[in-house]
């Protein structure tokens, strides 16, 4: 039932469409399903109810592609350009309102977005470069971070059950956050589970707020005190950048550790469900089985909206100037016209996927995250010569989610390799970090990547683990 506010007489084009709603359980069991259905019957654009608002999703491949490239300034991310936002027929409490109003360069155009994403480059770019020391230093750190999840794993002893979502998968992205913002130890501890708490609950409005106040503090230390850090060097990059710019960008981490730590969880999926590819993990192609899980299982399945600047065409649809379109990447890969001629059983994949954006609102941190994935995924299966969902691959539980397609749990049994003994490494109570340079009271990060986490980030690992 659609109220008045989106009656006919209101709004024409869209609205006078018969909607369907994309929410359901047949969506959150298989989307592709649904995305088959409403190719046959739409095409590759379809008009749809998002939690009873009414938008076009676009499926098709050269649809999506064409929007995420934007000629000519044809598409907005600004929530101001979305027609019935701005004429307040959005109602206030429309679950997903708060994210499309961010003030960030996610959601800006034009000069704006360009000068923050060039912070974002510039941030980067130490810790993607290869070779370069920071990292290198940042390998080793993810390297340690992931030894130290399994160590917590396998206390229970040589064989047992576990978590991979929560208690592998999505905690690493947290940890190695820290090393790029280069927060103080304690401080790092709380952003951690706050960042936690976030993503999952309970207490994300809690959450929200002590982790922006610690951003925003943050960015004030590092204007007075430069570090080896991701906000140090966007303030190098853009020194006009206030605080609290500083602050609202940072706080777009949560959103790229989400989409980390789900596609680590979907690659491991993959990998220990697919026989074909957990053969080509064991040769060592790690990286293009991350690639081959982003093109068929794209952590990201669903894009946030982008708005028409003017009457556009799109297939068989006409797409009035302020209406909201949602990109679809899973339903652009399964696009016949391009990923009609993939078998699940291939390792083979291509580049020319969609997972990682395309213009404007490309992925800075491809690199990165491919990274992560890799090496969480190669400690994990060197540590552990089995693991197993304890439940057929068919129920195990999805995240009910409009943007992220992930397992809310990956519940296993393991058994330890022979060479792993399962001993979590010292703590840092009990061997501590020496300063570093910049700042003595960073993380490890910044003083050669050699010191073990505090005490507190393993009990927190612990608490995830005892709560299973």
Known sequence: MISDRWSPSAVEGLISLPLESLLTEDYEADPALVHERLRARYGPVAPIDVL??????????????????????????????????AEGRVPADWPLLALLQADNSGFHDGERHRALRGAWIAGLRPFQEPGSEQAQRLERAMVRHCDDLAGVLAEGGPSGQADLAAQYGRPFPLLVANHLLGVTIERGEEMVEDQWRLLNGPDSAGAYQRLHAALLELARVKRQRRGDDLPS??????????????????????????????????????????????????????????????????????????????????????IAPGDPVMLSIAGAHADPRFGGALAR??????????????????????????????IAVRRLLERFSTLKPTQPAERLPWRPSPFVRTLSALPVHYELSRSFSGTPRPEAGDEPAPPAPNDGAQDGATDGGDARPRSGILAFLRRLRGAQ
Request: aromatic residues 10%.
């Open 233 to 318: 060097y966007m303030i190098e990059a853009k020194p006009d950048l206030t605080d609290e710019e500083l602050a609202r960008e940072l706080m777009m981490l949560s959103g790229f550790l989400d989409f980390t730590g789900s596609l680590i969880c979907n690659v491991v999926f993959e990998a220990i469900t697919n026989p074909r590819l957990r053969e080509s993990v064991s040769i060592g192609a790690i990286e293009e089985v991350v690639n081959r899980v982003a093109l068929t299982n794209p952590a990201l399945a669903n894009l946030t909206f982008r708005y028409a600047r003017t009457e556009v065409k799109l297939g068989r649809f006409t």
């Open 52 to 85: 009873g608002v009414p938008v076009w999703f676009a499926i098709g491949y050269d649809e999506v592609l064409h929007i995420m490239q934007n000629p000519r300034d044809m598409w907005s991310k600004r929530v101001d350009h979305w027609r019935a936002y």
């Open 345 to 374: 059983d291939s390792v083979r994949s291509t580049r020319a996927h969609l997972a990682w954006g395309a213009g404007p609102h490309r992925c800075p941190s491809q690199r990165l995250a491919t990274q992560m994935s890799t």
